[in-house]
Nanobody, 123 residues
Framework: QVQLVESGGGLVQAGGSLRLACGASGQTFRSYAMGWFRQPPGKGREFVSAISRSGGYTYYTNAVKGRFTISRDNAKNTVYLQMNGLKPEDTAVYYC????????????????WGQGTQVTVSS
């Protein structure tokens, strides 16, 4: 079991930056690959990025490549999403999630989810 809590969302102008953090409870954080998903208003939840258990491998959806960076600190039980060059279309509720599976970009692969944090990008 792992419990996840996101933080760092907010309102930012287009072109700005935000850093999301997701803290995990328990001693098994390093046993999970971690992912970030987002749900834009009126749309379904979509994959954004994922990182392997060690942090050595990362994966991004095309829409955020070159702008977002995922990282993790296993000593702090925390995964981060640095978001630069934000666009209005990045507006969404952002969720972190944990998985022991390898299909990191698949929503149903994740068994544990945080409550989400709102990111709003104004034009």
């Amino acid at each position: 079991q792992v419990q996840l809590v996101e933080s760092g969302g907010g309102l930012v102008q287009a072109g700005g930056s935000l850093r999301l953090a997701c803290g995990a409870s328990g001693q098994t954080f390093r046993s999970y690959a971690m992912g970030w998903f987002r749900q834009p208003p009126g749309k379904g939840r979509e994959f954004v990025s994922a990182i392997s258990r060690s942090g050595g491998y990362t994966y991004y959806t095309n829409a955020v490549k070159g702008r977002f960076t995922i990282s993790r600190d296993n000593a702090k039980n925390t995964v981060y999403l640095q978001m630069n060059g934000l666009k209005p279309e990045d507006t969404a509720v952002y969720y972190c999630a944990a998985t022991t599976r390898l299909d990191w970009n698949v929503r149903n692969a994740y068994g544990f989810w945080g409550q989400g944090t709102q990111v709003t990008v104004s034009s």
